[in-house]
């Protein structure tokens, strides 16, 4: 068990729709990151937060936002949801979010856009 | 930005050696990380590069080269339990945001 908890598990949704994932970091882990991993694909980086800030963006569509609260928990929002979408949405954490701390992996949440 | 390139798939069988390459080329380098990733599981730390050199942890290690923007990952031993993804990682110029490689799937074989 990393110690990240990620909420919900699967989610199923139809195209057009709006769905929010939930990401809880490790304990004392001030940096979220966001990761897109669709099928047989490699680990997309979407975004990263440190200490509530916005820190690292990659690829991230416009149709996407992410947020870290103050309480260091952290909010994918998918909207205008595409087929494409579909894929296991990881979210990871680590003391710093520099140098050689690692990322500690949450389970992700599978998401199916029907 | 970062790209790294690792092949695809290795197959070996139960107790033979593996080693899963990986080039990189980024703008900064802040060390080269190692992830495993068993199927559709959540990937989990497995070693960290900053130096040139080799870092043996049980049965995996892992080797850097800085200059040749080059380092591996080696698994002996090999048990079933292995088949996974691994994947190699590096950060960008500014020590921020973390960027996978494409992954290698290794199937150990009876």
């Known amino acids: 068990d990393s110690g990240v908890t990620q909420t919900p598990k699967h989610l199923i949704t139809a195209t057009g729709q709006r769905v929010t994932l939930r990401c809880s970091p490790r304990?004392?882990?001030?940096?979220v990151y966001w990761y897109q991993q669709s099928l047989d694909q490699g680990l997309q980086f979407l975004i990263q937060?440190?200490?509530?800030?916005?820190?690292a963006k990659g690829n991230i569509l416009e149709r996407f936002s992410a947020q870290q609260f103050p309480d260091l928990h952290s909010e994918l929002n998918l909207s205008s949801l595409e087929l494409g979408d579909s894929a296991l949405y990881f979210c990871?954490?680590?003391?710093?979010?520099?140098?050689?701390?690692?990322?500690?992996f949450g389970n992700g949440t599978r998401l199916t856009v029907t | 930005g970062q790209s790294l390139e690792q092949p695809s798939e290795v197959t070996a069988v139960e107790g033979a050696i593996v080693q899963i390459n990986c080039t990189y080329q980024?703008?900064?380098?802040?060390?080269l990380s190692w992830y495993q990733q068993h199927d559709g599981g959540a990937p989990t730390f497995l070693s960290y590069?900053?130096?040139?050199g080799l870092e043996e942890t049980g049965r995996f290690s892992s080797f850097l080269s800085r200059s040749d923007s080059y380092g591996y990952l080696l698994l002996q031993e090999l048990q079933m339990k292995d088949s996974a993804s691994y994947f190699c990682?590096?950060?960008?110029?500014?020590?921020?945001?973390?960027?996978f490689g494409a992954g290698t799937t290794v199937t150990v074989r009876a």
């Open positions: 990871a954490s680590s003391p710093k979010g520099t140098g050689n701390s690692p990322l500690h």
């Open positions: 304990s004392g882990d001030l940096s």
């Open positions: 937060y440190y200490n509530g800030e916005e820190r």
């Open positions: 980024t703008s900064g380098f802040y060390g």
């Open positions: 590069n900053a130096l040139d």
């Open positions: 990682a590096v950060r960008d110029e500014d020590d921020y945001k973390l960027s």
